[in-house]
């Protein structure tokens, strides 16, 4: 249970705010270009599809996030963004639960368990 946040089970966003929020973390992630917004998503790079992702998930300002492979396909600039984005989030006080392949995403994180061979391998003493 999460004191003092509203979760919406059915998935709805927060209309107040939602879209200013989502354009203040576009920005945050450094997509120069406010046109991106009234592009279709075959028109992005696979970078900015990313961003706008991530900008689209941060509109109801979640206090849980939940990131499947945040850097696959993404060239090593972009992909150091979007892992220093992910950091701000979590100096910010957000929850980060990220499932990646990427060893440098992975050294970045402040607690990994580690999943091999289908056994939970976590470091020494249970902790990191």
């Known amino acids: 249970m999460v004191w003092g946040r509203r979760f919406h089970p059915t998935g709805r966003v927060r209309r107040r705010g939602a879209a200013s929020r989502a354009r203040e973390s576009a920005t945050g992630q450094g997509n120069p270009d406010p046109e991106t917004r009234h592009r279709h ?23 849980l996030i939940l990131a499947d492979e945040p850097t696959v396909n993404l060239d090593p600039e972009t992909s150091a963004h979007v892992l220093d984005f992910l950091d701000a989030l979590h100096r910010e006080g957000k929850t980060i639960v990220m499932v990646t392949h990427d060893l440098r995403a992975a050294a970045r994180a402040g607690r990994q368990i580690r999943l091999v061979a289908g056994t939970i391998d976590l470091p020494a003493g249970g902790q990191h």
């Open 41 to 63: 998503p075959h028109e992005l790079s696979v970078g900015q599809q990313q961003r706008v992702a991530l900008a689209r998930m941060l509109a109801n300002d979640p206090p």
